[in-house]
């Protein structure tokens, strides 16, 4: 995957930037990385960029000293998208191709650290006119550059299958056997010049599903007014949705829920017309393209078996019963004699307040991860002294959290920390990210450094993982151990079992569309609530109300890729416990993973480091720690 290729999929590109592939940021994400900004309690207001402590910014000085030092690498870029054209219709020559390839390396680097510079510069304050039109000014670079690069592949790719194996066993050519093998993987799946010139002019066309739903989404839906714990009349929005199903009141609970779904019915029709339009669209391009289904060819460009998805599904189907276990458990906990769909967010226990300083907060995380050797230590240490991570809000600081950062320098960490359980799991989290960068970046080119976002959410998951168990084995509190195995056990039960369940959904849409049926909103809500009455068991009273919740999950206008959420997290507690059961072996089997970036096929590196996707084993063993958990609280509530 180019530079550019991997900002656009990693959602870099023409919005803010975030290592996350999709957005999380709704009432199904137990922590958000894309949190809106709030007032830290202990200010008065928020400071000035000008204002805060220097010790808690990042050092974006690593990337570029000065501004005359981002001007002069500007102008050397611009040098070198001049010169690509020089390789144009000369690629059949190996060493064309080599020189080719070369500059094309060159040509990102540089592009990327501008374009990354100026947008963290942006990001630190958004108001900031110079620094938002230096973001402007790389983003425009970046597009040119790539537009400029964009007939390589192509040209490859018109070459004769002969002269192209001879180019993957070609000595001279040895550091780009990997993109000449992927290549070579694609081309059954490019069509002629026409067919992709055609294909390529019906690109805007094939966003609209997409961009009807957001409109309808999040300009002209319009929800009611209920009535908050207090009796006050508040209006209902997607933002205000989860903080009414986290209500200790349970007929606020009710009430958003109801009013939620009563909405999008209104709407049935024309969502389920949008979604049936997004699933067409799909198999459009699978037969096009002359893949054998949708699914497969959503699972291509990552290079993953069919077999990873189906076995996800079908193992969280052989452990349902635990999330029976559980949704039991949450009804004794919550006292009610029958548990309803809006009861699955309500607050366990009592909130238990966990004052944490955000220098505790760094301490805790270096003992949470020890486990992971004096090596990790000491790349997490430099972290955190060595200027990679900006901590405290500031007025227009870009809201969130996210780790970023260009090839050859440390990467960088931006946060706005709380001092609460939150903002800890997030500097957990983000600094995963961080070091899998970091390592990445240190053991291979430029080129093979980059991994894929299948891989992408293993080392910041595993990160949490490792300070959840921490957590847990320290703290002689019942309840604070309480809500911390509260606090983990949604994360299994949003994850891996809902983002499971979103799995099976578009799966079986999308068959019964390549089986001539009409997904009719009867159809879809049918689908639907079924799903929701296997997930949840016979314990649960599922509410006919739920069975619209497909009309407001934008995740199904990204097709087949939520499924990433559950298998990554799978792939993470089974690291996890490998760690922690088998200690400096697995260990070092992780730091391989860490130091592979992009080298191979993404199911290969997570196998060469023992975890096995294409088996239900990683997902067994995510379950196992599961039941444990539940095993914990149920004797805690016995107690």
């Not at 290729?5 to 957005?23: E, F, H, M, R, T």
Request: with cysteine; glycine share 4%.
């Amino acid at each position: 995957m180019n530079w550019l290729s991997a900002l656009l999929a990693l959602g870099l590109i023409g919005a803010a930037a975030a290592p996350a592939p999709i957005d999380r940021a709704d009432e199904h994400a137990v922590r958000v990385e894309i949190m809106s900004p709030r007032r830290n309690p202990d200010m008065k207001q928020v400071p000035k960029r000008s204002e805060t402590n220097p010790k808690y910014r990042w050092r974006l000085e690593d990337l570029f000293a000065s501004q005359a030092d981002w001007d002069r690498e500007y102008e050397q870029a611009k040098a070198l998208i001049a010169k690509a054209a020089e390789f144009q219709g000369k690629l059949a020559d190996p060493a064309r191709l080599k020189a080719c390839f070369e500059l094309e390396d060159e040509l990102s680097l540089h592009v990327e650290r501008l374009y990354v510079y100026a947008n963290m510069r942006h990001h630190e304050d958004t108001a900031e006119p110079n620094n938002m039109a230096l973001a402007d000014k790389s983003k425009k670079l970046s597009v040119e550059a790539n537009e400029a690069l964009s007939f390589i592949t192509p040209e490859v790719l018109s070459l004769p299958d002969e002269t192209l194996e001879k180019m993957i066993a070609d000595p001279n050519l040895a550091p780009y056997k990997f993109t000449l093998e992927e290549m070579r993987r694609q081309k059954a799946h490019v069509l002629g010049k026409s067919e992709e010139a055609l294909l390529a002019q019906a690109g805007n066309i094939s966003q609209a599903p997409n961009t009807i739903f957001g409109m309808l989404n999040n300009a002209d839906l319009k929800f009611p007014t209920i009535k908050n714990e207090n009796g006050e009349d508040v209006e209902l929005t997607h933002g205000t949705y989860i903080q009414f199903l986290e209500s200790r009141d349970r007929s606020v609970r009710e009430a958003a829920f109801k009013a939620m779904y009563e909405t999008y019915g209104k709407l049935k029709n024309t969502l389920a017309s949008t979604l049936a339009a997004n699933v067409n669209k799909n198999l459009f391009y699978a037969r096009a393209r002359k893949y054998p289904s949708a699914l497969e060819m959503s699972l291509f460009a990552d290079n993953i078996p069919k077999d990873v998805y189906t076995n996800l599904i079908d193992t969280i189907h052989r452990h349902l019963p635990l999330m029976y276990r559980y949704m039991e458990l949450r009804r004794k906990l919550l006292g009610v004699e029958e548990l309803h769909m809006y009861d699955l967010f309500a607050p366990l226990v009592e909130e238990f307040k966990m004052d944490i300083p955000y220098e505790q907060a760094k301490q805790t995380v270096l003992e949470g991860l020890a486990p992971l050797g004096p090596d990790y230590q000491k790349v997490l240490k430099e972290g955190f002294e060595g200027g990679w991570i900006d901590v405290y809000e500031n007025q227009g600081k870009r809201s969130g959290a996210y780790s970023w950062g260009a090839y050859g320098t440390h990467p960088y960490v931006l946060l706005n920390h709380k001092d609460n359980l939150n903002s800890m799991f997030t500097l957990a989290h983000e600094m995963g990210h961080a070091l899998h960068s970091y390592y990445s970046d240190r053991h291979q080119t430029y080129r093979n450094a980059q991994y894929t976002i299948f891989l992408a959410e293993v080392a910041s998951t595993l990160n949490e993982s490792l300070l959840m168990d921490y957590l847990l084995k320290r703290t002689n509190d019942p309840k604070e151990k309480m809500y911390l195995l509260t606090y983990y056990a949604d994360q299994f039960r949003t994850t891996v079992f809902r983002q499971t369940m979103f799995a099976e959904f578009e799966k079986i849409i999308h068959e019964k569309a390549e089986a001539g049926e009409s997904l009719t909103p009867q159809l879809l809500s049918g689908v639907y609530y079924d799903l929701n009455k296997l997930y949840y068991g016979d314990g649960m009273v599922v509410d006919r109300d739920i069975e619209m919740e497909w009309a407001r999950i934008p995740h199904f206008y990204s097709s087949f890729y939520v499924y990433k959420y559950a298998t990554g997290f799978s792939a993470a507690t089974s690291f996890a416990k490998q760690i922690l059961d088998e200690g400096e072996p697995a260990v070092e089997r992780y730091l391989g993973f860490l130091k592979s970036g992009g080298s191979d096929y993404s199911i290969n590196i997570l196998k060469k480091a023992g975890v096995d996707m294409s088996t239900p084993e990683p997902i067994e063993q995510a379950m196992s720690v599961f039941e444990d958990l539940i095993r914990q609280m149920e004797e805690l509530t016995k107690a």
